[in-house]
């Protein structure tokens, strides 16, 4: 039977070749694109679950509480990690993570081996407690876990920077140097003894590093008091818990470490600090908090994404389900014909589902063919190459293949069996089988469901697009176009001296405007400071602060609103600051101009400083965040931690590859010991649109492809009704018909279709699109024609379809149709 059946299933296939191909085509785009974005989101979804009791590591983000409103901060303060060791039992372990170049200049690791010195940027090095080894489950590949970061000046590699300096040798015991633009008036280079190997972090890991330097080299080299400060936030804390311990009961003892001191200071300028809990397989998704390690991505989208798979299937399933009923009107006569010689009901279904099966099937194949074709673009699109989590092998994709599989052949194939096993043979074979009003139903009902599918999906990937697009034609109140970034891996006063040397070789070069340098950049934190009033010390508020050259304020084109900008003719420049227009409105200042040669107080140097000039806010990073209160010093005159981390170039020309070249060059003549490396602001500023912009390129790849699937089954279907109405076209056209009016006629069923999705799917898209724009401070407005643009490319595309087969079957000869009926 099974044999007589899979025999049939192939006749059906090959006397039905045009419809067999639109079908297995249909599943095959069905089951591949829901295959990746399966394997896509099971990835995002399996982040930091590979530690060793993972459910009981934690991380101790900040909230922050303030009269601008509420911050959460991935970080914590140095003294909590060890107060929580020595006071809270229910806590294992608990550890800080430091970055060591937290200015962000660049940081050179190098060793000196029998062939010379061999060197690398570091890009992702933290100071770390030695704890945190006990707390995540890193392989160890040499070394001591044990002893690994418990001594000073002690460094643990990575699997992949061990091999770029120590190539095939065993770097256990050896020294390497790192160089690092560090504080400013103290240590920029470290001897490190490397004491261990790990492997690589996993991919699917939201902490990525190349090197963890212990703890204790931080405190003996740049500054040792730290276990009592709970003020610098910028320390990320990690505890792993017992079995037992009671999550709001141990976040209320965390909180409860702080001591009485700092919260009433901290109430004194309405501030409120309070450590949270976040289970660390909850980061990744669940976060998107200030000072985070790596970037995160959106649960939002990822529910979009699997929302969307289940829309593409549906639709190859529909499809499978409307051609295969409309093309049984032409099999009724085969069914009536096995029912008169005695096959049962259920020989029946079973028949039509093992059609569905072989379907099914090939669809499957189809898919995989598919997902190899268009992997490696999905990849482009995020970045990274696609993987399954761990603990995914071939059996577990096996298993989720063969149930695509055949909750493929219930869904589509169930259906279809019952109806067309249903045909009565005496009705068939008399020539009077009609389709009933339900069945009718239950078609157009189905399509209606495509077109509200087709409807959500491209209305989506139109407002995620034009979102995007706003975001990033925002006007920021600063250019970046056309700026070289260096970063300045120059330590000491030679930070200075030898910028300036390198602007003086940079401005004979005649296709570059200007030349300054800053301790950050825009899209970079801002390093936070406690300033007031001169006379009201008490009215203490947080502002960012951060050190400019006197070009500053020309090379980024921003808008001097009062005073005057830095200049080398006033020495006293040196105690002097800029301030931005929020900064002097929160001094007191509603007339900006008043704020001009006032003082104010910098708690953290105990200086009375003068403002000299306001200068009009800006967007220090995207969009997606309010603009910063901001104080500008020139160089390191009041804080010496913060030296030129980045000089920036500014060009005025289109030739770039000759402006580079010529760029390197002066670089390497006047700092040819150390490395260059460089990028360009207003591409690194626009990564922190790099999850929408993924976004809007996914939803569009997959709407892209739910609308080719819709499409085929839609032609597919007007197609085999359209033959199935040749003698109705016929009698129509004999009688006087044009063919305007045959078009407007068949038109009209398939636009009530699209009427009533978009009357469903409207509502839909404007509640859910609302709803994902309000987390956005800046937004587009959801205006009509936004709306109505995915119906009306819907309708000419029906348009199009139902005109061509109307066209098709209009042109035969009446004579010739109603002579063969």
């Not at 406690?530 to 808008?559: C, M, R, T, W």
């Not at 999850?691 to 699937?709: C, D, H, P, V």
Request: charged share 20%; hydrophobic share 45%; with cysteine.
């Amino acid at each position: 039977m099974i044999k007589k059946n899979i025999k049939l299933a192939f006749r059906t296939l090959l006397r039905s070749k045009s419809f067999s191909i639109i079908n297995i085509i249909g599943l095959g785009l069905g089951i591949g694109v829901s295959l990746l974005i399966l394997k896509f989101v099971s990835f995002e979804l399996s982040f930091d679950k590979h530690y060793t009791d993972y459910d009981q590591i934690y991380r101790v983000p900040l909230k922050r509480d303030t009269p601008d409103g509420t911050v959460i901060k991935a970080s914590n303060v140095p003294a909590l990690a060890p107060a929580i060791t020595e006071q809270i039992p229910e806590v294992k372990f608990a550890a800080r993570l430091f970055r060591q170049n937290i200015t962000e200049p660049l940081c050179i690791a190098s060793h000196k081996s029998e062939n010379g010195i061999v060197s690398f940027n570091l890009e992702e090095a933290y100071y770390a407690d030695p704890s945190l080894l006990d707390i995540f489950s890193y392989d160890l590949i040499a070394g001591s876990n044990l002893s690994g970061l418990k001594e000073p000046n002690t460094i643990i590699l990575t699997q992949t920077l061990a091999d770029k300096l120590f190539k095939h040798d065993s770097p256990i015991g050896k020294t390497i140097s790192i160089q690092t633009g560090g504080m400013e008036h103290l240590l920029t280079e470290l001897q490190l003894l490397v004491t261990g190997v790990i492997a690589d972090p996993k991919k699917h890991s939201h902490l990525q590093f190349e090197a963890l330097i212990s703890y204790s080299t931080f405190e003996e080299n740049f500054l040792t008091n730290l276990t009592g400060h709970w003020g610098w936030t910028q320390f990320h804390t990690y505890i792993k818990t017992t079995e037992s311990a009671d999550l709001q009961s141990l976040q209320q003892k965390i909180n409860d470490l702080v001591p009485t001191t700092y919260k009433e200071s901290l109430a004194e300028i309405g501030y409120v600090h309070e450590s949270l809990l976040q289970p660390v397989d909850k980061i990744h998704l669940n976060s998107g908090f200030l000072e985070e390690p790596t970037s995160t991505y959106s649960k939002t989208m990822i529910i979009i994404f699997m929302i969307m798979a289940f829309f593409i299937l549906a639709v190859a399933w529909i499809n499978y389900i409307n051609l295969t009923t409309a093309q049984s009107l032409k099999r009724s006569k085969e069914i009536g014909i096995r029912k008169v010689i005695g096959a049962q009901r259920t020989h029946l279904i079973h028949q039509f589902l093992t059609e569905a099966l072989l379907f099914n099937v090939l669809g499957l194949l189809v898919g995989l063919g598919i997902v190899k074709f268009i992997e490696p673009f999905l990849e482009s699109i995020i970045g990274r190459s696609m993987e399954w989590p761990p603990g995914f092998n071939v059996l577990s994709v096996g298993v989720i293949l063969l149930l695509i599989t055949i909750i493929g052949v219930i869904v589509a194939g169930g259906y279809p069996s019952l109806v067309i096993s249903s045909y009565q043979p005496l009705k068939v074979l008399k020539g009077k089988l009609t389709v009933s009003r339900s069945g009718i139903l239950m078609r157009k009902g189905l399509v209606v469901f495509q077109f509200m599918i087709s409807i959500i999906l491209i209305t989506t990937t139109l407002f995620v697009y034009r979102q995007l697009t706003f975001m990033q034609n925002q006007d920021l109140g600063i250019d970046l176009d056309q700026t070289l970034v260096i970063k300045a891996n120059v330590g000491g006063d030679s930070n200075y001296r030898k910028f300036n040397l390198l602007k003086e070789r940079l401005r004979d070069i005649p296709f570059i405007n200007s030349v300054t340098a800053t301790s950050t950049i825009p899209a970079k934190d801002v390093a936070s400071q406690v300033f007031s009033p001169l006379d009201n010390k008490g009215d203490e508020f947080i502002s960012g602060i951060f050190a400019v050259d006197y070009d500053f304020i020309q090379s980024f084109g921003l808008n001097l609103v009062a005073g005057r900008s830095f200049e080398r003719t006033y020495g006293s420049d040196t105690s002097a600051i800029l301030v931005s227009e929020s900064t002097a409105k929160r001094l007191g200042y509603t007339n900006v101009e008043d704020a001009i040669n006032k003082d104010v107080f910098y708690s953290r140097f105990d200086k009375r400083l003068k403002i000299i000039g306001v200068i009009s806010d800006y967007y220090h990073s995207s969009v997606k965040n309010d603009k910063p209160r901001l104080v500008y010093q020139l160089k390191h005159s009041i804080n010496p931690y913060a030296p030129y981390a980045y000089y920036l170039v500014r060009f005025k020309t289109n030739n770039l590859n000759e402006a580079l070249q010529s760029i390197e060059t002066a670089w390497q003549t006047v700092l040819p010991e150390y490395q260059y490396d460089a990028f360009f602001l207003d591409e690194y500023f626009n990564q922190q649109y790099l999850n929408e912009l993924r976004f809007s390129k996914l939803t569009g790849f997959f709407a892209a492809f739910a609308m080719l699937i819709g499409a085929m089954g839609l032609f597919g279907l007007v197609s085999f009704t359209f033959s199935l109405k040749i003698k109705e076209v016929g009698i129509r056209r004999a009688l006087g018909a044009s063919m305007i009016s045959l078009q407007k006629h068949f038109w009209k069923d398939y636009l009530q279709l699209i009427f009533i999705a978009a009357a469903i799917a409207t509502p839909i898209c404007y509640f859910s699109i609302s709803e994902w724009l309000s987390s956005y401070p800046i937004r587009i407005q959801i205006e009509w024609w936004m709306l109505m643009l995915p119906i009306l490319a819907l309708s000419i595309l029906i348009l199009l379809i139902v005109g061509r087969e109307t066209l098709r079957v209009g042109s035969i000869n009446p004579s010739k149709t109603l002579k063969q009926e």
